[in-house]
């Protein structure tokens, strides 16, 4: 089984702050590697894909970064709307998300 | 605009199955990966199975238990989970894309295990 381990488990950080968030496969995944995030009572929302490409639409103040077993998601600027929950997911085998970062207002 | 929406009971008896449907619309069905993805209370993202025109697969996890189908005339794929627990207990969301990625969700349906 591939294990996504993600730190922290939670952050706290100001409007205007950059923040990084880590994701740890236990087994090299290559670059495969997405990343998402939730709003409360709302469905994931896909941010980056491969590692580092964004998704549609998605604001150039996120970024992914990482191949092989670490990886980081960056979002440079927070914003009031970016205060949420992120998941970094694996697909190199199945699909497994981390146990998620909740991102909160300091 | 692809739109995707789950249905199906909120509400399943403990080691009764659990079955849900996805209406997919705005998109055509054949092209993508069609899967079912879980949340419990509190808890992170589960991934249960997908779909596709050619192939299908589960979570290793939850094999033995997991039906994922397809219906592409009638734009639906549908989810079974057969004798539940209290653990199964979760939001259930339906997601598409390509194999790589979920980029299409629905909105998630509640289903709660209990007598």
């Known amino acids: 089984d591939i294990q996504m381990t993600q730190s922290p488990s939670s952050l706290s950080a100001s409007i205007g702050d950059t923040v990084t968030i880590t994701c740890q496969a236990n087994?090299?995944?290559?670059?495969?590697l997405n990343w998402y995030q939730q709003r409360p009572g709302k469905a994931p929302k896909l941010l980056v894909s491969?590692?580092?490409t964004l998704a549609t639409g998605v604001p150039s103040r996120f970024s992914g970064r990482g191949s092989g077993t670490h990886f980081t998601f960056t979002i440079s600027g927070l914003q009031p709307e970016d205060f949420a929950t992120y998941y970094c997911?694996?697909?190199?085998?199945?699909?497994?998300f981390g146990q998620g970062t909740k991102l909160e207002i300091k | 605009q692809i739109q995707l929406q789950e249905s199906g009971p909120g509400l399943v008896k403990p080691s009764a199955t659990l079955s849900l449907t996805c209406t997919v619309s705005?998109?055509?069905?054949?092209?993508?990966?069609w899967n079912w993805i879980r949340q419990a209370p509190g808890k992170g993202l589960e991934w249960i199975g997908y779909i596709n025109f050619f192939e299908n697969s589960s979570n290793p996890s939850l094999k033995s238990r997991v039906t994922v189908s397809m219906d592409s005339s009638k734009n639906q794929f549908s989810l079974k989970l057969t004798s539940v627990t209290a653990a199964d207990t979760a939001v259930y969301y339906c997601a598409g894309g390509r194999k790589d990625y979920f980029d299409y969700w629905g909105q998630g349906t509640p289903v709660a295990v209990s007598s």
């Open positions: 491969d590692a580092s």
């Open positions: 997911q694996q697909y190199d085998d199945f699909y497994t």
């Open positions: 705005g998109f055509y069905m054949d092209s993508y990966y």
């Open positions: 087994q090299d995944i290559g670059n495969f």
